[in-house]
């Protein structure tokens, strides 16, 4: 016959067995989450000193080709400056720290709202970059062009020819911009909390 002090001894053992592993398990858990939410937040400083960079470089080319838009637009041409100003798409704008952050998977870890004002800011900055490299494309297409048919190429027929594509860069500066100062100040407030 089975003795219950010997049944009840084994139950015993397997109990503090299994509770053991449940509460290293649980100890491990919290130590990994404990890591991932430091690398978040490490993930996250770079993000936030990327975008300040993004922005600060962005802002100086802003400046610029607005004055250069402006500068086109005058219609006395003794009114323009003496300076000749050259329309810069912001294709030097960078995306490495927010790749990383996706790329090691740890966006759990981030506000839920923090990553969807990060994911539309970086969006915008990828349709910004883009349209950029078209235009500077399409601009070196035509002076390849001028210079395989040894022609000269009209800087003002030129101009007029991508006045719209720049003013729409413009507009897209400015957005950009917004979306930077917008997501700086949520990773500040997120930061706070």
Known sequence: MIDRSSIKKALLEIF?????????????????DRRDSKLAAIALENVRTELESNRTTLETIHQNNTKTIEAAKLDDESEQDDEDQKFIPGIQVRSAAWNAFLSAGISNYVD?????????????????KQTGLSLVEASMSISAMATVQKVDVDSQSFQDQFMSYFEMILRMETALLEGYSDVLVLIDEKKEK
């Open 16 to 32: 503090s067995i299994v509770l053991a592993v449940l509460l290293a398990l649980g100890v491990s858990e919290w130590q990994e």
């Open 112 to 128: 839920y709202d923090l990553v969807v004002a990060l994911s539309n800011a970086y969006a915008i900055q990828g349709v910004y």
